[in-house]
């Protein structure tokens, strides 16, 4: 049988195919992405449950002229193959290759980077308002998951979206999945509707039999058809949506193109927001994707041998080795409390669910709410750890602020993902939480440098009566920074000297300790001796560190996997200005304030901004005039010279 | 007739009045609330409206045990005269004296410091969960407005809020406004329900018709149950709750003393979430502010005079000044759309909704869907200007990461009540914004120094194809920086010298560029030349300054009305870091990074942190070693010791 996605131009190609053709293309989609997922890594079951829903989008609209937003945007791989992208496919999230998320630098078919949830409700508004406003009549589609839909900013655009007074098509992707189990109150509302196969035949019901149900006879009460509403809102999820304006539509079988096409024909042109609501199964056409979906969200490369699938392997990662330390702190503090906003496997924190499930809370795609309920907790006297990933607790900044440092509750913040996230690309990077924690009052900014740094940064932020935040990367733990030997507790505000050495000094952040270590070791080959010293905070900074680095001369490098604007960098030029030191010997190594660091592995993006081990050499060496100085710079300059790349015309 | 209110102790002294007491006492309480409001200023409508549902709360709880949550908390007026703190209360949101908004500093009953909406029902879930654990017997209250409760915090608050297994009471207070009257598809709808009367007849017209209802036969529906239900469903509000897990009870009429009393101990033992859902009535008790609650939501001091009420008048306000110039500049360049969260009259935007109202959005307590709705229309060609105030677009921080600047998108945000506020104190200071925005890749970000600087601004940012940060703060406008010439129009990164001077250097920033243009003068007297530098921009800085600033010699200022963590002294000290210039001369003056500016006037406040005119010319005499220095450091000393001042002890 010849095959047809490799042929496929573009979504105005779909409408060439037989309904055969249609459901041979779905199975060739779901190869496709079986395959390139094995070997790349990636969104696996959301991708697999989207694929029938994608097909009836682009058959029915022409999202050229129309507009088409993803939510989160993890699920819009069979997006991608329609739209022109099946031949590059085999480098999603690959250096220079697909990205993972929708990216305008790749199709017009992409309108927005994504990959926060509950965004694309209210940029649909926005959109089909502003689209109004310009005289133009464009389409406007928002796909939203269950997780997402109840997002707090993903319900602020339902209640605008409700009072439009034009088209406006948002598809709820139910698949009573986030990554884990959707959370909430809406979420068991919508499970128990989920059992029920009664809706369909309850419609032809309440035709045959409305006429029978007597009037009750009030005067303001019109029984007919407040009863019809009623007997609908008996059984079915619909009131939320009518009571916020919007048409309900559903629920559908989300794998049945057929019907997908026919009903989005006769939605399309519907002068009124609709809420269309598809039931679809994510994992959809692997068995063993659709029996662990959540395994199977965003797996590492896997293979698949008959019905045997195995999953790459690799060493502890910071995220686990937090889980194992919470526990073992939880064992002994019987205040912890932790909670997770819809990613207890994310954060490692589905461990903790295991061993102290009465102790552990995922409150669903919800960070500022999570954050609230930990400051509530806190008051009530536990001492809630929060894990959110750096990225997402951008979401929930101002209830750091408000709910947490201004009452000085010693909430703690543990900020996976922080710093170059890889794979995941601009929309995941964790590249502002220094400089957005380091501006709360009183607040403790932290970093822990190996494995057993987590645990003891942990110790100390539950002896302190402030709250603290603690960051790591996604990333494997490195070698032991102390070796053998025990590691020095935290102490607040106090930085430890990995290493001495008079010819330069690197004040190393986090996980760039075992960069800097390792930086030291290969130049001192070449009879350059470099102090190292692991900051561990960059508030409060330690200003003993600052004035010893400053003061006794040769160049100073700051180094962190984080922004040079406003990080841990500037903590260390704030805290040498307030102590009359010059620090024009200083250099700071982070991610350039102006740029994006595209998708990729991220040893390269690490090299790529120049605070892997090999560039940290290069740079105290170019500082120092060491005979390789020229080539050194260059590389620097090569370095900082970094943009937003494009990724549309590389093969 | 005895006064009561000046001899309750607290909230305990209500069981010992009779009924005709507690009316009287509501009266007194009014007549408080408007006799220290109209000398001082401050939240009157809110506070007005909600006088017996206060009573009525602190009658039937004990609030010392159990849990009382303001939302937004400029309705607590009643609660603190309610809980001993009549006598204090002349000195509302004066220097020391009682602060506008639930305070943890103030007293036992207070728990949270608050002041943004939204965060009551996350926080009291927090609380309830926290209580629970640790195995006290709370019952926790959260009262919040129907304008909040649809937040996207408070939503997500509510959807966990349906999952707990004990008591939780959540108060919907509403009275169809917020500050501007309620937005969204749900406020739509609660006013369709408000305009009913037929729930009360109505239930009991369930309870004697239900019987005649046929059931439908269907095996899976059980038509009795559902049908009741759904008569409910079909005219009230109540679904949205019973979906989220509450049970929903109302509406009943929020000044029925009698009947809330007795509505409450009934709810007090409920052993599961309820929402009670109260109507009241925003300036309940003064004819005038009922008629217009919005100009009595926060009104300056007034005079009340038979039925005339006069505001106190006051110049020309950077607020005033931004609306006067967006409407110039909307009346040129059709592109521009002008966008709010809830604040038209905050924001001055109401003027701009009177000249161009197709061309103007209020979304509601929706910060976050703001600033994505803004993205949309801004990607469907439209300049969107978003007007929100500093400390409220915190609530937006990762919808302006993701949906603006990752998308490079020209969206334009002017941050009103940019610095310290005055009167609504820490809660509200817009301390943090130069720091959030700066960390942002490609955001321009900047702020006038005088009125004729908001226009020049703003015509700047429109010419940007990135997204830019203007600035101002809760002030009137000062005397033109540059006298009777015009102003010179902004240029990306580029800062106007105001002033030249040899001994030293001011780079001010904004509002502060006055304070050191008067301060200069000053100093001027004593022969003292100061260059006062008018920065513009924090980033991208103007390193030609800062190289300028640092190569002259003498001692350098930064001057900013913000925190000093990563704002616009970092941004000077970073530039010179990158350009290899020694910066041990550099002073920064600003909000000190560790503490929290009590409320009171914002004059108090400037030289409070040392950034009036006078405290600028003191740190500068200090800083030259002038025989008034050794004064001069320990005043600088001083201002540099700043704590949250504790009020509970003061008179």
Known sequence: ?????????????????????????????????????????????????????????????????????????????????????????????????ISGFPNIEESEYDLFNVGHAGTAIPTAVGMARGASLMGEDRRVVAVVGDASIFNGVAF????????????????????????????????????????????????????KYLPQVPVIGMPAFNALDHLKEGLKAA???????????????????????????????????????????VHTQKGKGAEWALAEPTKFHSPKPFKVEGCRVEIQKSGTSYTAAFADALIRLAQEDHRIFALTAAMPDGTGLNRFQEVLPERFLDVGIAESATVDIAAGMCKAGLRPVVAIY???????????????????????????????????????????????????????????????????????????????AIRYPRDTVPAPLYGVAPVPPYELGRSV??????????????????????????????GIEVRVVNARFAKPVDREMVASALNRGGPVFTVEDHSVAGGFGSAVLEAARDLGLRADQVIALGIPEDCFIPHGARAGQLARVGIDAASIAVAVRGALGHPSAVVARAALERHRDLAYVPTADET
Request: with cysteine; hydrophobic share 45%.
């Open 497 to 526: 000297t990995l290493r001495e050495g008079a010819d330069a000094t690197i004040l190393a952040y986090g996980s760039t300790c075992r960069h800097a270590l390792d930086a030291a070791h290969a130049l001192s080959a070449d």
């Open 235 to 277: 059984v079915s999820p619909h009131q939320i949506f009518e009571q916020l304006g919007f048409v309900y539509v559903g629920p559908i079988d989300g794998h049945d193109l057929g019907h997908l096409i026919e009903l989005l024909q006769l939605l399309k042109d519907v002068d009124h927001p609709v809420l269309l609501h």
């Open 156 to 207: 602020e655009g339902l209640n605008q979206a409700g009072t439009l007074k034009r088209q406006l098509l948002v598809v709820l992707n139910d698949n009573s999945m986030g990554i884990a189990p959707t959370q909430g109150g809406m979420a068991e509302y919508l499970a128990k509707f989920r059992v029920s196969t009664v809706y369909e035949d309850l419609k032809r019901g309440v035709k």
């Open 1 to 97: 049988m010849t095959k047809i996605l490799p042929k496929l131009t573009g979504p105005q190609d779909l409408h060439d195919l037989s309904s055969d053709q249609l459901l041979q293309l779905a199975t060739e989609i779901r190869e496709r992405i079986i395959e390139v997922v094995g070997r790349n890594g990636g969104h696996l079951a959301s991708n697999l449950g989207v694929v029938e829903l994608t097909m009836a989008l682009h058959h029915v609209f022409d999202f050229k002229h129309d507009r088409l937003l993803w939510d989160v945007g993890h699920q819009a791989y069979v997006h991608k193959l329609l739209t022109g992208r099946n031949a590059r496919f085999d480098t999603l999230r690959k250096d220079g290759g």
């Open 390 to 468: 750096s990225t997402f607790l951008q979401r929930a900044f101002d209830q750091v602020f408000q709910e947490v440092v201004l009452q000085g509750l010693p909430v703690i913040f543990c900020l996976d993902r922080a710093g170059l996230v890889g794979g995941d690309g601009p929309v995941h990077h964790g590249f502002a939480d220094i400089t957005y924690m380091r501006v709360m009052p009183n607040m403790a900014v932290m970093a822990p440098g190996d494995e057993p740094e987590i645990e003891a940064a942990l110790r100390l932020a539950l002896t302190l009566d402030v709250p603290s």
